[in-house]
């Protein structure tokens, strides 16, 4: 299964955005599927997570309330929409299957990652 994250771009703060990723070459079927970003110099680090069916999500604490993730079970694409964007929100923001054999917040715990696509908030 190959990800592909996109929907990047700049935006002034309290903006918004919608990023996809899309599943191709294999079953669109998966555990949980999760965004991640990295800034310059620091750490990937979690920001969002949702299992096949929608029915259970888990956000980073900074951006409950502003971004909402969720899927199209017809093509197994996921979305993070965001909403009121911070210029620390800025950074490359990928997307990753859960391994579905360790921690779903940990980013070594998911596998197949797709490029990421870049989100840019200025101040």
């Known amino acids: 299964v190959q990800l592909q994250a996109s929907g990047g771009g700049s935006v002034q703060a309290g903006g918004s955005m919608r990023l996809s990723c899309a599943t191709s070459?294999?079953?669109?079927?998966?555990?949980?599927m999760g965004w991640f970003r990295q800034a310059p110099g620091k750490e990937r680090e979690f920001v969002a997570t949702?299992?096949?069916?929608?029915?259970?999500?888990y956000y980073k604490d900074s951006v409950k309330g502003r971004f909402t993730i969720s899927r199209s079970v017809a093509s197994g694409t996921v979305y993070l929409q965001m909403n009121k964007l911070k210029p620390e929100d800025t950074a490359i923001y990928y997307c990753?299957?859960?391994?579905?054999?360790?921690?779903?917040?940990?980013?070594?715990?998911?596998?197949?990652w797709g490029r990421g696509t870049q989100v840019t908030v200025s101040s």
């Open positions: 990753a299957q859960y391994n579905e054999r360790g921690d779903i917040f940990t980013a070594t715990d998911y596998e197949n």
């Open positions: 070459g294999g079953p669109a079927s998966y555990y949980y």
């Open positions: 949702i299992n096949w069916r929608g029915s259970s999500t």
